[in-house]
């Protein structure tokens, strides 16, 4: 009998390898760090190889540690970092260049060509997506047109590119698969979401041959099995795939319209289930896929905030702080953030001012500024983001929040989850498994494989760790949220905080 399923939870900064029971419970997690490579401004890279070897090192590691029998094992799902793209030989699996993270702004320039050629209304219109060098297309053009070599092989049907959940399927599969899902596919600015498929045009305006391609598919699809030289030679099939602020939803239960989440990672999702028919997505914010399954895609608004827990990350680097608990202790040290903000746009800033020019600042600073009013803002800048991407949703979506759920590591932050309740004037309740990616991913790979029968089933399994009300005052909320917003104007090289309509959210 099957008793377990695997998530490789493919993330930013390292992968994670979660074994789950039938209850949801986490029985046994392997985290291993991969590089962070900034070879140029600008420039974010990883790379692909090490991805793989640290996940099947993670594989074997937890089946190690637990003594589980593969042969228990229902699946592998794969839920991954998005947007980062990569392109790799279809014989010998090696990539042509490093792969390209989702922060690289190495796509900006061919974006400003896009834009001022007036292609933006029309890419928007089958993608979702706005034109940014966030989403994968402009950075696959980059590595084609600066890569030796490259274009011919494409022209010869030599190359593949794919999402990290692509390469590492086919890596797992041992290149007898290449595929992704509808909800990775959906943020390369390649896909088109009403039709459900790679769009002709745009792959031609990229320079990307059709041949490079993978597969589209459900995500409560079984996409393939594991080679035998991965697990003791077992074939485990691979189910589930999502990408992971996709999966975090899922795993949230945001099965209906207007349910929504945040997931606090490197960088922050807030998304909105909107159903299954496909709705413009208010200025600033974009429309998604959220999830496919029983031949079906359910539709989301999302805005997408570059640094969140990455932030805390960089006052640690700095050496301010010593890990995420000394931050929230020395925000708590304070009473108020003295009028320190810090607008935390190291690689632009995301949704829902789409700047890419921008950069960071911490304004407000006065001789008494201690590095507890600067934590406090680094924290603080957290909230101030989420409720940009909410207060959009909500006065220009025409949908009220009742609550968000939220999730991921930064999440864990007592602090910060009080302030973002008070900042929004809403109640949270915080899932009590902190990798609901992961458990996302499981539950579409337990529907996949049988190992559960319907939704109702894993929505059950869902437990919350802790609920938090707003108590701040609504003038208070309002005087540091209009504090925000002069610092974001600031940031961005304006005496006021500009709006964020169509004609200026890309800077």
């Not at 090192?57 to 190690?64: A, D, F, I, M, Q």
């Not at 980059?142 to 070599?149: C, L, P, R």
């Not at 909800?183 to 990307?208: V, Y």
């Not at 989850?417 to 579409?444: I, P, T």
Request: proline share 4%; glycine share 10%; hydrophobic share 40%.
């Amino acid at each position: 009998m099957k008793k377990y399923i695997i998530a490789v939870d493919q993330s930013t900064s390292a992968s994670k390898v979660i074994l789950f029971n039938r209850e949801g419970e986490r029985l046994s997690r392997v985290s291993v760090p991969h590089r962070q490579y900034y070879p140029r401004p600008g420039f974010v890279e990883h790379d692909p190889e090490e991805i793989f070897a640290n996940v099947v090192s993670g594989l074997n590691k937890v089946v190690e540690q637990t003594g589980v029998e593969v042969t228990e094992i229902a699946a592998i799902a794969i839920t991954n970092q998005r947007e980062t793209a990569l392109i790799w030989d279809r014989k010998t699996g090696e990539p042509v260049a490093p792969a390209a993270v989702w922060q690289c702004q190495r796509g900006a320039g061919f974006c400003d060509y896009l834009k001022k050629e007036g292609l933006e209304p029309v890419i928007k219109e089958k993608t979702g997506l706005i034109i940014d060098p966030y989403f994968s297309a402009s950075k696959l053009h980059w590595i084609m047109e600066n890569s030796s070599g490259v274009r011919s092989r494409a022209e010869n049907s030599e190359l593949l590119w794919g999402t990290i959940d692509s390469w590492l399927l086919w890596r797992l599969t041992a290149g007898k698969v290449h595929a992704t899902d509808h909800s990775n596919a959906c943020r390369t600015m390649l896909f088109n979401i009403k039709t459900l498929e790679w769009d002709n045009d745009l792959m031609k305006l990229c320079g990307l041959h059709p041949s490079m391609f993978p597969e589209v598919r459900f995500s409560d699809e079984v996409f393939g099995y594991t080679d035998t030289s991965i697990l003791n030679g077992a074939g485990i099939p691979v189910a589930g795939l999502l990408g992971d602020s996709h999966a975090a939803l899922f795993g949230q239960h945001c099965l209906e319209p207007g349910m929504a989440k945040a997931t606090y990672g490197t960088g922050s999702s807030v998304m909105m289930n909107i159903g299954r028919e496909f709705r413009d997505a208010p200025g600033g914010l974009v429309t998604s896929i959220g999830f496919s399954r029983d031949g079906m895609v359910d539709y989301v608004f999302e805005g997408n905030i570059h640094s969140a827990g990455d932030t805390i990350k960089w006052l640690e680097e700095l050496g301010l702080i010593s890990g995420p608990e000394e931050c929230e202790e020395l925000a708590r040290s304070v009473d108020g953030n003295n009028g320190v903000y810090l607008v935390p746009a190291f690689t632009g800033l995301g949704a829902p001012y789409w700047d890419n020019a921008a950069r960071a600042s911490i304004t407000g600073m006065g001789r008494d500024t201690t590095r507890a009013h600067i934590a406090r803002a680094a924290l603080e800048s957290i909230a101030y983001q989420v409720k940009d991407l909410v207060g959009l949703m909500e006065d220009e979506g025409g949908i009220v929040l009742s609550e968000l759920r939220v999730d991921g590591g930064a999440a864990r932050n007592d602090f910060l989850m009080q302030f973002q309740s008070d900042m929004l004037g809403r109640r949270l309740v915080r899932a009590d498994v902190e990798e609901l990616s992961a458990l996302g991913s499981v539950f579409m790979a337990g529907l996949a494989t049988g190992f559960w029968e319907n939704p109702l089933e894993t929505g059950k399994l869902l437990r919350s760790d802790r609920s938090f009300e707003p108590e701040m005052g609504r003038s208070e909320t309002e005087a540091l949220y209009s504090g925000w917003k002069k610092a974001v104007g600031r940031t961005r090289g304006t005496t006021e905080s500009r709006e964020t309509s169509g004609a200026e959210r890309t800077g």
